[in-house]
Nanobody, 125 residues
Framework: QVELVESGGGLVQAGGSLRLSCATS????????MAWFRQAPGKEREFVAA????????KYLDSVKGRFTISRDNTKNTLYLQMDSLEPEDTAMYYC??????????????????WGQGTQVTVSS
């Protein structure tokens, strides 16, 4: 079992930036594709970005393309999400998630079996 701990959330004005981190332990980090999801109050959890185990391939939600960048450092067992040009619509709890393996990159929650507790991102207008 892998433990995921997110950090880096906070309150920021529209147009600002935040960098989320997800520290992992308990299993070889490089054995898993990883992703970020978010959930706003009253809404379903939605896919934001994902990266394969080598860090070579990525996928993004259309509305964050060009503003968010997912990356990973397998030597530090850490996943990152750089968020620039933040908008009030980005306000949500952000979760990192680990997939079961290293195959295709998925965007549905059901394909991820390990989750962190989340970090809150609030963007003021």
């Amino acid at each position: 079992q892998v433990e995921l701990v997110e950090s880096g959330g906070g309150l920021v004005q529209a147009g600002g930036s935040l960098r989320l981190s997800c520290a992992t332990s308990g299993r070889t980090f490089s054995s898993n594709n990883m992703a970020w999801f978010r959930q706003a109050p009253g809404k379903e959890r939605e896919f934001v970005a994902a990266i394969n185990w080598r860090g070579e391939k990525t996928k993004y939600l259309d509305s964050v393309k060009g503003r968010f960048t997912i990356s990973r450092d397998n030597t530090k067992n850490t996943l990152y999400l750089q968020m620039d040009s933040l908008e009030p619509e980005d306000t949500a709890m952000y979760y990192c998630a680990a997939a079961a393996g290293t195959g295709a990159i998925f965007i549905t929650t059901s394909m991820y079996n390990e989750w962190g507790q989340g970090t809150q991102v609030t963007v003021s207008s």
